[in-house]
């Protein structure tokens, strides 16, 4: 009787004992978690969300009421084009880089091997070339006496130089050239996806081909196409380098004009709303693409 | 589809791809221009804008701080974004996916927006124009790239060995070591020379986090191209691009054919 109490108060003891191992246990293993990951979130928290929560509350400072300063450009009809210009600008630019990356794409998806490599080169180097770099090499080739112009006139199809500088055909040109990959690789992957027994079924069903590209490819293809359209529309809309070189001041972006609220005229509150209100428009989109694709992977495509 | 519609898409495709690519290698012959004007393609070449870009303290001062800033940027995004990979994979799918998205957040954020921000904030703090402001900032834009590479390799890892490694009696801390941090090692050369590139390469935050003291090249790029044009821009943008091929290459020949897939990776 005595022996066995004292044996089940050991057990009981050893079992506490272990409750407690396994409690410190899973406490040792929650904080090498949180010290794993503490720094960067600390690190985020100082340099990224509470310098934007400064800027947030520095919005609100304008004069004659906290939403004075959103106001004021909801109510400018200069803002407001500024606005009107940006989006004009990011939806074509989008437009038109979907587009040439379609048959791009498509040549990408049926290469295999070295010529594979080589073209996937030409559009991810392109990434790793600061946009400063990209923008200034139209400069050089899109000048009165640049490259490109002698050809224009050299094969007779002007009569004289095209200004392409410091006008809205510069900014568009920069602009697509600057990202142009981001609208291709999402392509590029969706058509790698394609089943292509699809294909071959439509095809042996006896539809044209046209109808198997409007009926299957295309479809197939197009989450693809919304994933890199909405990448460079909103990436587009925060652009400062290439319209402030390549652009002339009637292509004042929403960035140039944060630029010259906060250089130029020191009016802090309203470069703060101004960001706020781009920064609604690009959250919007990225709501929309991430319907779409995933967009963690498209972002740092490099 | 047709043999038609398949040359079509050959010949815009080609296009496209030069288009992308044969711009920016301009930039190469025109640095190479002995007129005191920039002329491409050039009538004669010579060295004589290399020479004006050594000889000029500005320059090079430049070239030398946007070295210091971005290994020191390149160093502080692999230390955070290695530990974060790490303590990525022990959490729930659900808070894997919210701190990617804080991480990713600093690339969706308009850059003009994060850099008056932090120029607001830093200019009391005696941060602006100083080396460790400038990297503070670039390394919000290199995180994201240091933590998807070390976590695809991270995801590469068999969780088998890690299993011998503890039947074998390894610490954790040894096991690491051993195991994981081998296998990772290409993961942590391909973030930190992406890290690296997108310091050196990094403009906007650049302008705004600038001072006379710590001026990175970009900046000093930019500042040079609103004012005038001189073929030391062409010597400068030849540079930039000179660094980072040379960067592309290491990364290949320490992680293999890594590139293509990480494009296949991309969905």
Aim: net charge positive.
């Amino acid at each position: 009787m005595v022996a066995t109490s004292s044996v089940g108060r050991r057990l009981a003891r050893r079992q506490g004992g272990g409750f407690a191992a396994i409690r410190s246990q899973r406490l040792r293993q929650w904080l090498i978690t949180a010290a794993l990951l503490g720094p960067v979130l600390i690190f985020l928290g100082i340099c990224f969300i509470a310098p934007l929560g400064e800027l947030l509350s520095l919005s609100f400072t304008g004069k004659g009421g906290p939403l004075a300063s959103y106001r004021e450009i909801a109510a400018s009809e200069v803002y407001r084009k500024v606005f009107v210009n940006t989006l004009n600008l990011a939806f074509n630019v989008a437009v038109i880089t979907s587009l040439l990356s379609y048959p791009t794409a498509y040549l990408l998806s049926r290469l295999r091997g070295h010529a594979l490599s080589i073209a996937l080169w030409c559009v991810l180097f392109p990434l790793w070339i600061s946009v400063l770099v990209r923008t200034f090499a139209w400069i050089l080739l899109l000048g009165q006496n640049g490259p490109v112009n002698h050809l224009l006139v050299g094969s007779g199809l002007v009569n004289q130089p095209v200004s392409f500088l410091f006008n809205s055909t510069g900014v568009y040109i920069g602009m697509v050239h600057v990202l142009l990959p981001y609208a291709l690789l999402p392509i590029y992957t969706s058509m790698r996806n394609v089943e292509q027994t699809l294909v071959l079924a439509s095809d042996g069903l006896g539809a044209t081909p046209l109808q198997t590209f409007r009926h299957v490819y295309l479809p197939l293809t197009m989450p693809g196409v919304a994933a890199g359209f909405l990448l460079v529309f909103l990436l587009a809309l925060g652009f400062y380098i290439t319209p402030a070189i390549l652009g002339g001041l009637r292509n004042l972006t929403v960035a140039m004009l944060i630029d010259l609220f906060v250089t130029e005229q020191l009016v802090w509150p309203l470069a703060a709303a101004a960001a706020f209100w781009l920064l609604f428009l690009v959250l919007a989109l990225v709501l929309i693409a991430s319907r779409f694709a995933n967009l963690t992977a498209t972002v740092v495509a490099r | 589809m047709t043999n038609k519609t398949r040359i079509a898409s050959n010949i815009a495709g080609s296009i496209v791809l030069a288009f992308l690519v044969l711009p920016i290698l301009a930039v190469i012959p025109a640095s190479f221009d002995d007129a005191s004007y920039i002329k491409l393609p050039p009538d004669m070449m010579s060295l004589r804008w290399y020479r004006v870009f050594l000889a000029d303290p500005e320059w090079w001062q430049a070239l030398i701080t946007s070295f210091k800033v971005a290994l020191l940027a390149a160093t502080i995004s692999l230390l955070l974004g290695t530990a974060a990979s790490l303590g990525m994979q022990r959490v729930s799918p659900v808070t894997r996916a919210l701190i990617t998205g804080i991480v990713i957040s600093p690339l969706v954020v308009p850059v003009i927006m994060t850099s008056i921000a932090l120029y607001y904030v830093m200019r009391p703090l005696g941060l602006h124009g100083t080396l460790l402001g400038l990297a503070l900032g670039h390394t919000l834009l290199a995180l994201p790239f240091v933590v998807v590479n070390v976590g695809i390799s991270l995801r590469g890892i068999d969780p088998n060995f890690l299993r011998a490694a503890e039947g074998l009696g390894a610490t954790p801390w040894r096991a690491f070591r051993t195991v994981t941090l081998p296998l990772i090692l290409p993961g942590l050369a391909g973030g930190g020379a992406f890290a690296f590139v997108s310091s050196f390469d990094e403009v906007v935050l650049s302008i705004f986090l600038a001072g006379v003291q710590a001026k990175p090249l970009p900046v000093k790029m930019w500042e040079t191209i609103r004012v005038e044009f001189t073929p030391v821009t062409a010597v400068a943008s030849s540079i930039l691009i000179a660094i980072t091929v040379l960067l592309f290459a290491v990364v290949k020949l320490t992680t293999g054919t890594r590139t293509s897939r990480r494009a296949e990776h991309v969905s």
